[in-house]
């Protein structure tokens, strides 16, 4: 519960959604945790979560890597930015997903111009970050003409890892509504219950 507190603060009992907005959340976490988990090289799912948080989350889904994990491989990367950017349930994008979203494109950005995990600009940064330990200010270090180079790719990364995303939930919808219809009912599932079902 501690490590919760940190993650999206203290449960918000006195909040109230609506029932439309309980499925739509309880499909937006299931679509994060069904994306996770049918992609290889992704942290298993410990929890899932459809209890309002203090920091603002109407959900989320608790990912922990098994042991110490300290470097992140393209792939993996990647499969992130997949599992952040799933939203096709109800064929509509709610405001829900604005931290998912802004999280796939840091992580995008970040692929493009400071992991060298780019074909076109190979292992230049691109982007400094200075003040790493105190939030971080980046700035780029490159022509206006590489910078929409840049936010053309990112674009493009994000759309191919978010049809991936679309592509794993639409073949895979009978689950996801029977795992949301769970979570709804439960409000909050284990990893262990999630795989279950899954598994089914």
């Known amino acids: 519960e501690s490590i919760e507190v940190v993650i999206a603060g203290y449960q918000k009992k006195n909040a109230i959604m609506t029932d439309h907005e309980k499925k739509i959340v309880s499909y937006h976490e299931i679509g994060h945790a069904l994306v996770a988990a049918m992609q290889t090289h992704s942290a298993p799912v410990q929890k899932i979560t459809i209890v309002p948080r203090t920091s603002g989350a109407l959900g989320y889904t608790m990912q922990v890597e098994e042991g110490n994990h300290y470097l992140m491989t393209k ?119 999630f795989m279950h079902i899954l598994g089914e």
Do not use: P, W
């Not at 799933?86 to 400071?114: H, P, W, Y």
């Open 75 to 193: 792939e993996e990367m990647e499969n992130k930015i997949a599992t952040l950017t799933e939203e096709v349930a109800f064929g509509s994008v709610t405001t829900g997903a604005s931290n998912d979203i802004e999280q796939a494109t840091k992580l995008a950005r970040a692929m493009i111009t400071r992991y060298g995990m780019s074909d076109d600009f190979g292992m230049v940064a691109l982007e400094t970050v200075t003040n790493q330990y105190l939030g971080g200010d980046a700035s780029l270090a490159c022509s206006t003409d590489t910078q929409t180079k840049i936010d053309q790719q990112v674009v493009e990364l994000v759309k191919r890892e978010h049809d991936k995303a679309v592509d794993i939930l639409t073949a895979n919808r009978e689950k996801l509504d029977r795992l949301a219809a769970f979570l709804y009912e439960k409000e909050t599932i284990t990893g262990e219950e």
